[in-house]
């Protein structure tokens, strides 16, 4: 129900319903309208997906019925029907006689219905939904797809009583420079004489009048009138300060509005809430729900979620292609946190679906006009029914600049980004999207950060429209981390639907189904790896975490960068990159959270994780900062297990990113082995705040001296020198070595290895080497890449002995991670037409897997580091970057070693 209107007579028809599918449209000609056939007893609000079953799937008509027992109002009195939102076309009867007809599945709409009532006792109300299968017309956001379609009278339904005469509406738009607010009333007609209309405010929920009322005379069905609010309290995130507006008719109807003073703007690039900088610290949220779908279940459920966005240190939820429920946003204005709000889209360009969408845009702004949390309407996401073509198409450029236009006259108040995360035409926001995996990607983020998002933002707009040093803000980024099955089955009694895909064909990809890790888990060798498929779950996690907080750690050390909003909040079905899964459990604890993504962070730029005994090592201190203050205290340091660490005085400004002069330095110890180590820094302010964070380090011994002699192929003087050094003896026939070393897999070293010899097989070029035999190659995507942000590389430690190696692989690895792997899983190649390509599952069964690469659900097999008998031989075949590597990674010696010992 509407939060706004008092004193009128409501009742509330959620509850029980009758509900019967209609799968051959016959319902009309058979009269369902006067009264249904036997069917099933539903919960309104209600998603009939969410029964199971054949509704699961089911698309088309359905209808709804409900018995109530009212009279008739008196003569003076109107009664209206209400639907929060029903999806998608509406019909609705009372007592078999037709009201009326509603189209869209977001917004909420009324019917009077007095006219339809019998004067006394039950009253007949039927619905007639239509869901169509082909929605790619009509505004549907990802349900249907990519996850599970949502179809029904899916929000609140209920009875209004109103005068002849009432107020449809109030809308508040704050002005916190003059201290007032503009005020427009809307009536459900013109009156036929002018009317008073009396305007009180006061603080809300604690009702202390803010100052006198004011009187208005309205002889129009709209009028705009300004309040005064003369030391108002100020909302934010840190103090939602909220005010209710009563306009009462003299003698007859009253409604209010629930608003907050804030103001939201931009200038040379910075973002600001009320005249502060403001930095954004986001969560996409698409809002599923894993029993029920597309509804938060209760205001209980939401106030924890917006509770664990805030104790992870988030400001902000992107509800995404999504119109959000009202209750959600009802709490956002309670508990501060920020909304940014963006219709659903469609997906295929005609007049017809433009239309549809706009009204949807307009219905979203109309009825959360006055929601204080929410600062910014995205119009597009990405393109999404504008089939990605914007940048040439002239007619979709004038499309998105009128509609950015209309949207401002609209609604003045906030922010328009027009096309989210994707090339701009007018926008208030120069959002980017952008999907890099770490630690492998390290150096392509810092460049993508540097070249592109940050170093050339004016490049990110159509050609012949350009930037108004809009606030940059990357809105979305992230990596995967898979959830606990246990726990999703326990709580579903079993398997939910979604384990089979529901989106269409487009997401039939192997990784983007739960199934898919059912089979692949003991067949491609991760068993001899993770216990069982909950330890790799849960050390997948531990990777998602070191990625995000890398991701976001490398977005903060900058300047020129207003925010960022990470995918995802939570997981949604298949997609597993939320930071609580989908039951709302937390992936990883708050305050693991908040060392990154806090107020303040403090940034460790080291220039060598991984060194050598007696290396001397600087690590630089950057304090990103959003809490707008001066920063006063001490840092402390220290590498456990080791006598390393220190102290210094910190007392800068309230810049945003600032760089301690005084950096830390130290020499790697002494080792007697290669040691995972951590180097713990923590930001105690004067005031006993404190604000911590860890690296993860690797130290070996500066020498490592180990005897064998190799048979080197294709290898370069540099690389035979580097493994000299270290005591290995190159020879010149294979017959003289332990082991052969190449790069190419020749003629000769196969028959070497079917006579017996050890061959290691240093891959790391991929498709480019220039004899290869039977092995084949895929490339993993070079830069940024969706897909690839669900990838895991994961290694079987047993066979490295004490080596300090991650299963999931840390930092320790890098510069060694492959650009390319052994496909065991048929793939595709996108190129001027997509090339459909073939694994070997083979390896599975011929082979020693002992460094494994999959993606999401352990889709998209492939190898890394593999063992496999030729002839009476070994061979490894490895794609990790061990040649590049020999100089700058201690690790990469040691790699080798162990391989040569087997």
């Known amino acids: 129900m509407t939060e706004g209107t008092l004193m009128r007579k409501t009742i509330d028809l959620n509850g029980t319903w009758a509900f019967k599918m209609d799968p051959t449209k016959s319902g009309e000609m058979d009269s369902w309208h006067q009264g249904l056939p036997p069917g099933l007893e539903v919960n ?168 006198s009322s004011i009187q208005v005379t309205l002889s129009n069905k709209q009028t705009t009138c300004v309040f005064p609010m003369k030391g108002a309290d100020l909302w934010s995130p840190d103090h939602p300060a909220l005010y209710q507006l ?27 809430l009320n005249h502060q900088p403001l930095y954004i610290r986001g969560a996409l949220d698409q809002a599923y729900y894993p029993d029920t779908i597309y509804s938060a279940p209760s205001d209980e459920y939401i106030i924890n979620e917006i509770n664990e966005a805030k104790n992870m240190g988030l400001n902000m939820l992107r509800k995404h292609i999504k119109i959000e429920i009202p209750r959600y946003l009802y709490w956002a204005d ?52 504008l089939e990605w073509t914007l940048s040439k198409d002239n007619e979709k450029q004038t499309h998105v600049y009128d509609l950015y236009e209309r949207t401002k006259r609209i609604d003045s108040s906030r922010l328009i980004c027009d096309n989210s995360g994707w090339i701009h035409v007018k926008t208030d926001v120069n959002d980017y999207h952008r999907y890099f995996t770490l630690p492998e990607q390290k150096n392509e983020w810092e460049h993508d950060l540097d070249s592109f998002i940050i170093g050339h933002n004016e490049a990110n707009f159509v050609t012949g429209y350009q930037s108004r040093n809009e606030p940059v803000i990357v809105s979305e980024f992230g990596m995967w981390g898979l959830p606990s099955v246990k726990r999703m089955k326990e709580h579903y009694g079993g398997e939910p639907w979604w384990f089979l895909n529901q989106g269409d064909e487009t997401h039939s990809e192997d990784y983007k189904s739960p199934k898919t890790a059912d089979s692949h888990f003991d067949k491609f060798g991760l068993n001899k790896i993770f216990k ?96 707008n203050r001066p920063l006063k205290g001490d840092v402390t340091w220290e590498i456990p297990g080791t006598s390393l660490q220190g102290t210094l005085p910190v007392d800068v400004n309230g810049d945003p990113v600032i760089r301690i002069e005084q950096p830390i330095q130290f020499t790697v110890p002494h080792m007697d082995r290669p040691e995972l180590k951590e180097i713990h820094i923590q930001f105690s302010e004067s005031d006993g705040t404190k604000w911590g964070v860890y690296e993860e380090l690797m130290f070996a011994p500066a020498v490592s001296q180990f005897n064998y002699r190799f048979w080197p192929v294709s290898l370069s003087i540099e690389i035979v020198d580097a493994l000299e050094r270290r005591g290995a003896t190159a020879v010149e026939s294979i017959d003289e070595a332990d082991i052969v070393f190449t790069s190419e897999w020749s003629a000769e070293v196969e028959q070497g290895a079917r006579d017996g010899k050890t061959v290691l097989f240093f891959a790391e070029a991929g498709d480019d080497i220039d004899e290869k035999g039977f092995f084949s190659f895929k490339e993993l995507p070079p830069a940024e890449s969706w897909q690839r942000t669900s990838s895991m590389q994961s290694v079987d430690t047993t066979f490295f002995g004490d080596l300090p190696l991650r299963k999931e692989m840390g930092w320790e690895m890098e510069g060694i991670y492959p650009d390319y792997v052994v496909p065991f899983s048929n793939y595709s190649k996108a190129g001027g037409r997509t090339v459909y390509m073939f694994g070997n599952s083979q ?13 999401g659900w352990l889709g998209q097999m492939g190898g890394t580091f593999i063992r496999q008998k030729v002839g009476t031989g070994t061979v490894y075949v490895t794609t990790w970057k061990l040649l590049q590597t020999l100089k700058t990674n201690p690790l990469t010696e040691h790699l080798i070693q162990q391989i040569v010992r087997g």
């Open 334 to 385: 309670r508990m501060g946190m920020l909304i940014w709000a963006e219709p659903p889209n469609y997906i295929k360009w005609t007049k017809q679906a433009t239309k549809r969408f706009e009204q949807d845009l307009e219905a979203m702004i109309e009825r959360d006009y006055n929601h204080p949390s929410i600062i910014i309407w995205s119009l597009y996401n990405e393109e999404w029914g």
């Open 532 to 627: 069982d498929f909950e330890d790799l779950a849960e050390t997948s996690r531990k990777r998602m975490f070191r990625g995000v907080k890398s991701l976001i750690q490398e977005m903060r050390k900058r300047e020129g960068l207003t925010g960022y909003v990470v995918t995802e909040f939570t997981d949604v079905e298949w997609e597993t990159n939320g930071w609580l899964d989908y039951l709302r459990q937390p992936k990883f604890l708050a305050e693991e959270m908040q060392s990154f993504n806090g107020e303040v962070a403090v940034i460790a730029d080291i220039s060598k994780r991984n060194a050598w005994s007696g290396e001397n090592i600087t690590v630089d201190l950057i304090l990103s900062n959003h809490s």
């Open 44 to 211: 309104v609000p209600h998603i009939w997906q969410r029964e199971g079953g054949e509704l699961v799937h089911y698309t088309g008509a359905a209808w709804y019925e409900k018995v109530i027992s009212i009279d008739k109002p008196d003569p003076d009195k109107k009664l209206f029907i209400h639907f929060g939102a029903v999806d998608y076309e509406a019909i609705i009867w009372i007592n078999g006689r037709y009201v009326g007809r509603h189209e869209g599945g977001f917004t909420p709409f009324s019917f009077d219905i007095t006219d339809k009532l019998n004067q006394t006792g039950e009253q007949r109300v039927v619905l007639r939904v239509f869901d169509p299968q082909d929605n790619a017309e009509i505004p549907i956001g990802k349900q249907g797809s990519w996850y599970t379609r949502v179809s029904g009278i899916w929000q609140d339904v209920w009875l209004e009583e109103k005068p002849e005469l009432f107020i449809e509406n109030i809308h508040v738009t704050p002005s916190i420079d003059k201290e007032e607010a503009e005020v427009t009333v809307t009536l459900s007609n013109i009156p036929s004489e002018p009317m008073l209309v009396d305007i009180t405010c006061a603080t809300y929920p604690d009702n202390v009048p803010m100052g």
């Open 246 to 272: 009563v306009a009462k008719i003299r003698g007859g109807d009253m409604n209010s509005a629930v608003f907050g003073m804030r103001q939201v703007s931009f200038q040379d690039g910075t973002l600001y």
């Open 843 to 855: 390896y599975a069964e011929n082979s020693d897997l002992l460094g494994i690469y999959f993606e």
